[in-house]
């Protein structure tokens, strides 16, 4: 049984290369992808898809140009950021500046190594982060001389940010930061060292405000129960329970941040933070947000994924970056899974130690720390016609998505999430026969229970008239029949009760 049950697998998953092939046609070599491409089904089992993302190119330091002369190698680059104007900036940490690219990734606009404060120059000491406000102004995390440094774009000092003080805040506590971002009101929402109460946020005049979005670790009742019999030795060797540290953050248009977190888990690796700080984020079927679903394993890749960052991208789609296994997990704004690529390794496309993810116009770029590079990724006509027709949908043109999950379905023919596409469309349109159809292949219980619901309720709405001629028939049928059956009932007893008497008698 075992011997068939390794063949069948076999089987299928050459049969899954052959189909990816063919859907590739002339735009993508499966050949070529140095990493597995697959989605996860509703029972949790991976299935193969085609690559939603290729490698396109690697990008060095040696190979930028600034002023006609190579820039250098990148040292440890840490952090990546686009500006509203599409110009990406690299927090080229251990060269201690920040380099800013184009929106293509060909050539360098400009290199910051400092700023002049009162007349005297200024520089940095490995900065980790950066981010730029729809202000146009620039936040570096100038991590080891313990501030954030607001330039604007001409250079000039805006403010800094350092040392702060509040009454939550332990005595003697050394501010580091390594993660930046802004929102649309400046407010400005700090990753530190060693800060596990959460998120720290600043005011646009750079005062700290308070922590944001802390993540409580749960104690299961055996483990308060054991706590309180262990002795004092045994207590001290015991896990901390402390909050979950936050490892990256990205803020959307309407001032939600996104923020990657540790999860010891493997269900919930990224939050969406309203601004009350609440985790408003949804989780799709599978109640999982935490990048791969199959976590055990003997290698030094088992366990769940460790998402380092996240990138918010559009219509409610964003991608995380797992530094565990090198994979990039894109979902939508309900939760769902849409595609997995990536991949530790040597070859082209793979990764070293992914620290930074950016979505930079139909591309996705990662920063390597490891290998100092940054690695761009094209969008194939599979990965484009998802993030269409989940842009439609978060538009509420369920209708118009239609014809682009079909094409989906032709290069994918077990992806759930575009029959459920399908699916919803035609729940929209009322045409719920269809509308089941396709969202039982889906796999979604609600939306179909939903169609079910609808169409059982047509079915009682068309047919009411019959239903209530034929009870009115009915009525009808058993006044007319009552005092009839009850005269011939009358008789018959009475015709019992003479023959008894006639019986007695005798």
């Excluded at 749960?218 to 979950?244: G, H």
């Excluded at 990256?248 to 690796?269: K, L, R």
């Excluded at 704004?333 to 997995?340: R, V």
């Amino acid at each position: 049984m075992k011997k068939i049950n390794v063949l069948k697998k076999i089987f299928i998953a050459c049969l899954t290369v052959c189909m990816m092939v063919t859907a590739f046609g002339e735009e993508v070599n499966a050949s070529s992808i140095p990493y597995d491409t697959y989605n996860y089904d509703y029972r949790e089992y991976i299935h193969f898809t085609p690559a939603a993302y290729v490698p396109d190119r690697c990008i060095s330091g040696e190979q930028l140009l600034y002023n006609g002369e190579s820039i250098g190698a990148f040292v440890t680059p840490q952090d990546m950021c686009k500006a509203p104007n599409g110009d990406v900036y690299i927090a080229d940490t251990g060269n201690n500046r920040i380099v800013v690219l184009d929106n293509g990734l060909k050539y360098v606009k400009n290199i910051i190594t400092g700023y002049y404060k009162n007349g005297v120059l200024d520089t940095f000491n490995q900065p980790y982060g950066v981010a730029v406000s729809q202000n146009n102004q620039i936040y570096i995390a100038d991590s080891q001389n313990r501030r954030i440094v607001v330039l604007n774009m001409d250079g000039s000092l805006e403010k800094i940010v350092s040392d702060p003080k509040s009454e939550s805040l332990e005595e003697g506590y050394v501010f580091v930061p390594l993660k930046v971002t802004v929102d649309y009101a400046d407010r400005i929402y700090v990753i530190a060292q060693n800060m596990f109460e959460g998120i720290m946020v600043f005011e646009s005049d750079g005062k700290f405000a308070s922590f944001f979005g802390t993540i409580d670790v749960k104690i299961s009742l055996w483990e308060k129960f054991w706590k309180r019999l262990a002795t004092k030795e045994e207590r001290s060797r015991q896990q901390l329970y402390i909050p979950t540290e936050f490892t990256g953050i990205d803020i959307d248009p309407d001032g939600f941040v996104y923020a990657t977190n540790i999860d010891s888990n493997g269900t919930q690796g990224v939050r969406r933070l309203n601004p009350r700080g609440e985790d408003v984020i949804k989780k799709g079927q599978n109640g999982n947000v935490g990048g791969d679903l199959w976590i055990n394993g003997s290698t030094e890749y088992a366990g769940p994924s460790q998402f380092t960052d996240v990138v918010y991208r559009k219509n409610g789609i964003y991608s995380c970056l797992d530094k565990k296994r090198g994979r990039i997990f894109t979902y939508d704004h309900e939760g769902n899974l849409l595609y997995i690529f990536g991949g530790l390794g040597t070859q082209k496309g793979t990764f070293s130690m992914p620290v930074a993810i950016e979505d930079i116009g139909e591309q996705i770029a990662v920063l390597d720390a490891t290998n100092a590079e940054i690695i761009s990724f094209n969008v194939t006509e599979y990965g484009s016609l998802i993030n269409q027709a989940v842009s439609l949908r978060y538009d509420g043109d369920e209708t118009l998505a239609v014809a682009l999950w079909e094409r989906v379905l032709q290069l994918d023919e077990n992806n759930e999430l575009a029959n459920t596409g399908i699916g919803k469309a035609y729940l929209t349109a009322g045409d719920y026969v269809n509308a089941m159809k396709y969202l039982k292949l889906g796999m979604n219980r609600d939306y179909y229970s939903i169609a079910y619901r609808r169409y059982r309720n047509e079915i009682l709405t068309k047919n009411a008239n019959y239903f209530l001629t034929g009870i009115l028939i009915l009525v009808v049928v058993y006044l007319v029949l009552k005092p009839i059956l009850k005269k011939k009932r009358a008789e018959a007893k009475k015709l019992k009760e003479a023959k008894k008497g006639g019986e007695s008698n005798e």
